[in-house]
């Protein structure tokens, strides 16, 4: 069974950029496949790391479809 993941995606640009980090929400059957979902979506030059696994109240809150695998929500930006 798909379950969803919260993933660090960091995109490192060709030149000598500074790199970007945006969080992710991921469906996808485990951790592994979540993070190269996120890295595939992001472009080349990404990195993804998961960091948990989204508990079943975050996955409704965030409308999630568990059976829709490999699908992606990016979650918005904060700046301070």
């Known amino acids: ?5 919260g993933v660090q995606v960091t995109v490192i640009p060709a030149g000598a950029g500074e790199a970007t980090v945006a969080p992710v929400i991921v469906v996808a059957r485990d951790e592994q496949d979540a993070a190269l979902v996120a890295a595939e979506a ?10 948990r696994e989204l508990s079943p ?7 999630l479809d568990l059976h829709a695998p490999g699908s992606l929500k990016a979650l918005p ?3 301070l």
């Open 1 to 5: 069974m798909n379950k969803a993941y």
């Open 42 to 51: 992001a472009g080349s030059g990404a990195q993804a790391e998961t960091l």
């Open 57 to 63: 109240e975050e996955i409704a809150e965030h409308g």
């Open 77 to 79: 930006l904060l700046r």
